[in-house]
């Protein structure tokens, strides 16, 4: 078996100019998923031709033209739908779709579900702004509700979707979240869900500075972020703060906040990513970002069987016991017909 040959991020960056706003979150995650590509290659040793991007539509959706790699840029919320027909007949691929709030959670909610509780290995990457950015300002899936935009002038009356609480209820067996600000959480993250065997869905809050700027500083600013974040560690308690004195426990089933003075971290719920029942991430999932910290990290990494194995077992049940057929014999075979004019 030849060796992987090193990468460096260069090796991952496409030739041209990046067509994004000045200053639009894009980049970073851009940036971060280029340093990180060496390092998934090597650890699973993985060449460069064997990578591929699947894009819908939209600001995002921009972004396998930047990678130096194989990659689609499809239709309208079909990526996930798309990148299921490509991994399962090659999955000797590693299969990447990078999608937006609008593409994913708007037109594409069905093929983002399907792919997510089927268990395809592929990982989805969604960018979150809460905004419709490529078409001009209009409120989005995850805007808040009462988001005032050009299409919501006296305000928007839907509640927003949680990306995060989707993809748990849908049973995605690898969920996370990460911050587009935050480069070494956010690479982890990243080499996490590469390293996952099933359906991987990162949603990652990015920022929109031209019609929705500062849509998560309130807790994703660095400023605030330990105040207003709970990194989420499995095996570890909800412990957070500048200090690390707080923490959410659980109280008749209930989060609510704790000071660690009163109550010591061996007293407290131990969060486990692994957990064969959902229900404690999707309940962190939850948290008001107006009353709670905003978990960031892993809410979920559970094994399960991959959707191509069964597939390919059942086909191969099928030839065992029928033979492998004649394709143009089977279509003649039956009632047939023509058709003169």
């Known amino acids: ?5 090193g ?8 030739d041209g100019a990046v067509r994004w706003c000045p200053g639009c979150g894009d980049y970073s995650i851009l940036s971060q998923v280029q340093r990180v ?15 591929v991007f699947i894009s819908g539509i939209g600001c995002s959706s921009r972004f396998p033209y930047y990678m ?6 499809t239709i309208h919320g079909r990526a996930p739908a798309i990148a299921t027909g490509l991994q399962l007949t090659r999955p000797d691929l590693q299969v990447w779709v990078v999608t937006g709030d609008g593409d994913a959670l708007s037109i594409g909610t069905n093929h983002l579900v399907h792919c997510l509780r089927r268990n395809i290995n592929v990982r989805i990457l969604l960018f979150n702004n809460r905004i419709y950015g490529l078409t001009k300002g209009q409120f989005s899936p995850t805007s808040e509700k009462g988001k005032r935009t050009k299409s ?31 480069p070494v959480h956010l690479r982890q993250i990243l080499l996490r869900a590469a390293l996952h065997r099933g359906s991987a869905f990162v949603e990652i809050l990015q920022n929109c500075n031209v019609f929705n700027d500062e849509a998560f500083d309130s807790f994703a600013a660095s400023a605030v972020r330990s105040e207003r974040c709970v990194f989420l560690e499995h095996g570890k308690p909800l412990v957070f703060g500048a200090k690390m004195d707080r923490a959410i426990r659980l109280r008749g089933g209930h989060p609510e906040i704790v000071s660690l003075a009163d109550y010591p971290a061996d007293k407290l719920l131990k969060f486990r990513e692994d957990s064969a029942h ?15 910290p905003v978990p960031m990290g892993v809410f979920r990494s559970v094994e399960k069987e991959l959707y191509g194995q069964a597939l390919d077992d059942q086909i191969a049940r099928a030839v065992r016991r029928r033979g492998t057929g004649d394709f143009f014999e089977y279509i003649r075979a039956g009632d047939s017909w ?4």
């Open 1 to 5: 078996m030849s060796q992987v040959p």
């Open 7 to 14: 990468y460096s991020k260069d090796d991952f960056t496409a």
């Open 37 to 51: 590509m060496p390092e998934i290659c090597e650890q699973l040793q993985l060449p460069r031709e064997n990578i």
């Open 68 to 73: 130096k790699t194989f990659g689609f840029h």
């Open 152 to 182: 919501s002038p006296m305000g928007s009356i839907e509640h927003p979707i949680n990306p995060v609480s989707l993809a748990i209820a849908s049973e995605a067996t690898f969920v996370a979240r990460a911050i587009a600000t935050d």
């Open 278 to 292: 959902p229900g404690v991430a999707y309940m962190l999932s939850q948290l008001s970002e107006q009353d709670f």
């Open 338 to 341: 023509e058709v003169t004019s």
